[in-house]
């Protein structure tokens, strides 16, 4: 199976994986681990910690590769398993009991290149210091929740699937994250009438 | 490129656009083209276009130290593909596992029988040893200046007046517990399977190792946590079910306990005057002379570093050692100019057999 590169598709190198070809899971660890690792990190657990639960999640992959079935998404696949692994490491500090007692990192990179965005910096940094301050009063599942929709791209169905929650549930979480926003652009319009 | 998304008018609008978000989160060339030529022709739109810009960039939030992830990546895809060769490894991995349980549970039978037999040959013997481990340790400041306190993990506390912290002897715990009574700054060894808590009557300061400061006078209504480096999380009171407060570099929670509801409130930037001199003090050493160096720390930590100023007046110090404890410091700086300390007390002597 040398055909196999990294523009084959997921479900390619799956069942490719699943066949017996390693080569084919290093593909799709290659092509997740940036995005495990940020995802992993949110949930406020040090570094080393989420490098090793996404290196034992690839090496059980492959110890168990005859009981794994085909997946719709294999995306959706590891990021569940990353989440699983990571709760049960936080559950074992003991620092998780609850979904309320979940943690989510909301916190900002020190400075964003607002050129490459076509924006003046200050312009932007103003802009995101509002936006920050805003969605700080967001429940952090909501903050989850908007993470995996518009970041990740992620499906309304696999995101519930991946919370652990209705889909009901994942669409108020969003609807309430766009209500701040709109709420938000409301009162700078009324500003930008009266002001201009 | 896809199909020209002009009907894009609120923030909103923006946000729910794939191709926009595409934009936001890689800044292709090509979607940067569609975006200028985008934002030339409505420029009555660029309000929404910056706003939901901003919006996106904090639902990202914080991305720490991308270049890496090539690089493990490509480590985790190299173990794969060497690790997981032809060969069967299963059959060995069950054998050894199996090997390792057996081992593991002849040991602990041996050791029970063997701590069985030293019980019965003279339990006084373990008694002390378990005194020593629950030993409590309590330093009090009772000085006008600050006070430097080791902790047996290797962080360091500076104690202000009036305040006093308590800890065990050994810190062999889950975690790593320290009493506060009035305000000190901690500088926490990095270990996040132990994290560090400081209890306070008023809040309680979680973190795996930064830099912060806490003050929490007893009978005052008023309780305060400032971090230096890091992230710290703060609790209310012992209540643990309370959800936590993230507190980020320059960040400051106050809380103002009356008629037993506690109010808090968060403020950014500290301001330069009012933050305490090490929360300014970046210890960046750039071909810094040592003598220099030193000074630097005798200033801050409160202590006195004896070295030989004839052998070591050419040794200089490059190191950037914003949020290391005050013992890390000091053996990093012996460890960049070979020599070695020691410590009694307040004193430090220095001893190295100096520079070319």
């Not at chain 1, 652990?164 to 009438?193: D, E, Y």
């Not at chain 2, 009772?142 to 360091?156: I, T, Y």
């Not at chain 2, 106050?254 to 301001?271: E, H, M, P, W, Y």
């Amino acid at each position: 199976m040398e055909n196999l590169d990294r523009t084959t598709d997921d479900s390619a190198l799956w069942l490719a994986y699943r066949n017996g070809d390693n080569a084919a899971l290093g593909v799709l660890a290659e092509r997740y681990y940036g995005a495990l690792r940020r995802y992993g990190m949110k949930f406020l657990v040090d570094e080393s910690i989420v490098e090793d639960c996404i290196q034992d999640l690839f090496l059980d992959l492959w110890q168990n590769r005859e009981r794994i079935s085909q997946t719709p998404s294999v995306k959706f696949y590891l990021f569940k398993a990353i989440r699983h692994s990571i709760l049960g490491h936080l559950r074992y500090q003991q620092r998780f009991t609850n979904e309320e007692s979940l943690d989510w990192d909301t916190s900002l990179p020190e400075t964003f290149n607002a050129e490459s965005l076509l924006i003046e910096q200050e312009t932007l940094n103003g802009l995101v210091a509002q936006m920050h301050a805003q969605m700080e009063a967001l429940p952090k599942r909501e903050r989850e929740a908007l993470f995996l929709r518009y970041y990740e791209n992620m499906s309304v169905a696999d995101i519930s699937g991946l919370m652990g929650v209705n889909r009901q549930s994942v669409s108020n979480f969003l609807q309430k994250g766009m209500t701040r926003i709109r709420t938000k652009w409301f009162v700078t319009m009324v500003l930008n009438l009266f002001f201009f | 490129m896809d199909s020209p998304d002009y009907d894009l008018n609120s923030p909103e609008d923006f946000l729910k656009n794939e191709h926009f978000r595409r934009w936001v989160k890689y800044r292709g060339e090509d979607d940067r083209s569609f975006w200028e030529d985008f934002l030339n022709r409505y420029p009555e739109k660029r309000p929404a276009y910056e706003e939901a810009v901003a919006t996106l960039l904090v639902i990202f939030g914080d991305d720490p130290d991308e270049e890496s992830d090539l690089v493990r990546a490509g480590r985790l895809r190299a173990l794969l593909d060497a690790g997981a060769g032809k060969a069967e490894p299963l059959p060995l991995w069950r054998w050894l596992r199996w090997i390792a349980a057996v081992l593991v549970i002849g040991l602990g039978f041996w050791w029970s029988k063997a701590g069985y037999e030293s019980r019965i040959a003279g339990y006084r013997l373990e008694h002390p040893i378990a005194l020593e481990e629950e030993a409590w340790i309590t330093r009090q400041n009772q000085s006008k200046e600050v006070l430097l306190v080791n902790l047996p993990d290797g962080s360091s506390v500076l104690l202000s007046k009036a305040s006093s912290i308590r800890f065990v002897k050994k810190m062999n715990g889950a975690r790593r517990d320290v009493y506060l009574d009035g305000e000190g700054f901690f500088e926490v060894v990095k270990n996040p399977a132990k994290p560090f808590l400081v209890h306070t009557d008023k809040l309680t300061t979680r973190v795996l190792g930064t830099s912060f400061r806490v003050k929490s006078f007893p009978g005052q209504a008023e309780a305060e946590v400032v971090v230096k480096t890091g992230k710290v999380a703060v609790m209310t009171g012992d209540n643990d079910a309370a959800e936590p407060l993230m507190l980020y570099p320059n960040q400051r929670v106050s809380l103002i306990r009356k008629n037993d509801k506690v109010f808090r409130s968060v403020t950014g930037a500290v301001s330069a005057e009012a933050a305490t001199a090490i929360e300014a003090e970046p210890f960046d050493f750039q071909f810094t002379p040592v003598s220099e160096a030193f000074k630097t720390l005798e200033m801050h930590y409160a202590v006195k570093i004896h070295f030989d100023q004839e052998k070591m007046g050419r040794c200089t110090v490059t190191a950037a050692l914003k949020d290391e404890p005050f013992l890390e410091k000091i053996r990093l700086i012996c460890l960049a100019t070979e020599s070695s300390f020691e410590i009694k007390g307040d004193q430090v002597s220095i001893s190295g057999i100096g520079c070319p």
